[in-house]
């Protein structure tokens, strides 16, 4: 096993725990509170709905069984083709990833000498630039090819553990039932804010809302961090255990492991909420300034250095302070492995959004320019008659929904392929790192090619002398 279990832990943090609950709790009860308040504020508008919707329930009979079947179809259509793109990275994932990052820098060298033909100071300083990103990607080719190769395995890892696109539909459903309780929310912070300047208790009508309103945003963005964490946590106990060949990498099991660190998961996701908070005040304090991408900068930096806490937290079961240090350390000695991986997420993010806009508006338009139209009784196709505009506008309507139901299952199935690749280089990083190397990862379901590039990348002199630092540093951590 790479990263073992241990029996060392430090305090629970069981009080960040259950102000994590007492957090959900309120703002369920807010949120609903407001919701309320809507519907009795606005129970004109929702009458009148009403009675449109039975003034019209002929209609909904009528096309009712239509509709149906074609929303089961867009969703069956949507599944699938989610799960292709999700193989897809299995097999072309290490491909994409490195002729993406070796071709950027040729790409912009030779736009570079082109420019230089017309314009010569701006043609000159592209192909600098693309030169120097050239010498830099040669110089680190076989860490970045050792990156993109893992990210391909962490592809693989995902489409063999499905079960990890629960937690992933879990957080999303969630976090979408989230946003209509932030709406009831606001809408409670502002009518509670008008009754205060009503009954002489404010001196603006705005300044209760806006106390309110700061204070929920940090406890949505608390408990959205904490929810995020209990759901990647999982997915990591996940892939370690499918990793390091263990017997039982059942749902319950991974559940079970991070409900033991539950308290210490909740107070990272409080000091990450902190901080996000921290970072946006600098940013409308420094708005006007120069000042305000060194203050996104160096937060940044505090977030990817934090790259391998959650991780750790949840397979060592250790504290928040151990856990960020172990983090920062390990980050120092993978972070070129880090960016692979990210470049690998972000052209997967792109092109799948791409593929699905294209193949899902093109497939929407023509359903709706056709069987849908015809449904409606305006048609069928392009022919030129008197419904020809109202075809194409149901067509366009038709392109647009179907464009948004396959947008949305790209991050629940990219999320895993993530999680996976920061849980499996942690494992690689970890070995080298604790001096068991390749002997260790042999007894994993890392291919040899992938264990033999990692040797010679963390087996070199410099590197095994950094590495013994590490070890000795880890050692004073416990």
């Known amino acids: 096993m790479t990263l073992t279990y241990t029996t060392k832990s430090e305090t629970s943090h069981g009080i960040f725990f ?6 959900w709790g309120s703002l369920l009860l807010t949120g ?16 009148i709905l009403f009675q449109v919707l039975l003034n019209n329930s002929d209609f909904v009979f009528e096309h009712g069984p239509f509709l149906s079947m074609l929303l089961v179809g867009l969703i069956t259509a949507t599944v699938i083709f989610a799960l292709f793109e999700m193989f897809l990275l299995t097999r072309l994932a290490a491909e994409i990833v490195v002729i993406v990052i070796f071709g950027s820098p040729i790409v912009l060298t030779v736009l570079g000498a082109l420019v230089l033909t017309q314009t010569t100071g701006v043609g000159l300083i592209i192909m600098v630039i693309g030169l120097i ?12 090819i050792f990156g993109a190769k893992l990210f391909e395995f962490a592809a693989e890892a995902a489409w063999a553990n499905k079960r990890t696109l629960i937690p992933n539909l879990f957080y999303a459903l969630i976090t979408t039932l989230m946003v209509f309780l932030w709406m009831g929310f606001m809408n409670l912070s502002y009518t509670l804010s008008e009754m205060f300047y009503n009954q002489g208790l404010a001196e603006d009508p705005q300044s209760v809302a806006g106390i309110l309103v700061s204070i929920g945003s940090f406890l949505y963005l608390f408990f959205t961090y904490a929810l995020l964490f209990f759901s990647d946590g999982t997915q990591i106990i996940i892939f370690h255990k499918w990793l390091n060949n263990e017997a039982d990498i059942s749902l319950s099991s991974a559940l079970h492991d991070v409900w033991m660190v539950r308290g210490t998961i909740a107070l990272f996701a409080f000091a990450l909420a902190v901080l996000r908070r921290l970072e946006n005040a600098l940013e409308r304090f420094l708005r006007r300034t120069p000042f305000v991408g060194v203050v996104r900068f160096f937060f940044g930096i505090i977030r990817f250095l934090n790259y391998y806490t959650l991780p750790i937290i949840v397979i060592e079961k250790r504290g928040l302070e151990y856990s960020v240090k172990k983090s920062v350390r390990t980050v120092g000695k993978s972070f070129i492995e880090i960016f692979a991986g990210a470049v690998g997420i972000s052209i997967a993010n792109m092109l799948f959004r791409f593929i699905t806009f294209v193949i899902f508006g093109v497939v929407g338009f023509f359903l709706g320019t056709t069987f849908i139209s015809q449904e409606f009784g305006l048609g069928f196709g392009f022919g030129q008659d008197s419904f020809f505009f109202e075809r194409v506008i149901v067509g366009l309507i038709s392109a647009f929904i179907f464009v948004v139901f396959g947008f949305l299952p790209l991050n629940i199935i990219l999320n895993p392929i993530t999680v996976a690749y920061k849980t499996v280089m942690l494992n690689v990083a970890a070995a080298y790192m604790e001096g068991r190397g390749s002997s260790d990862l042999s007894k994993t379901r890392l291919p040899p090619d992938l264990i033999k590039r990692a040797d010679e990348i963390f087996q070199s ?5 950094a ?3 590490d070890r000795e540093l880890i050692g004073e951590l416990g």
């Not at 609903?32 to 009458?47: D, P």
């Not at 990607?137 to 970045?144: E, P, Q």
């Not at 002199?461 to 002398?465: F, G, L, T």
């Open 133 to 144: 990103f050239l010498l830099i990607v040669f110089f680190f080719r076989k860490r970045i």
């Open 461 to 465: 002199s410099k590197v095994q002398a």
């Open 467 to 469: 590495l013994m630092r």
């Open 32 to 47: 609903i509170m407001g919701w309320l308040l809507i519907i009795k504020q606005q129970a004109v508008f929702f009458q």
């Open 18 to 23: 259950a102000l994590f609950i007492l957090i």
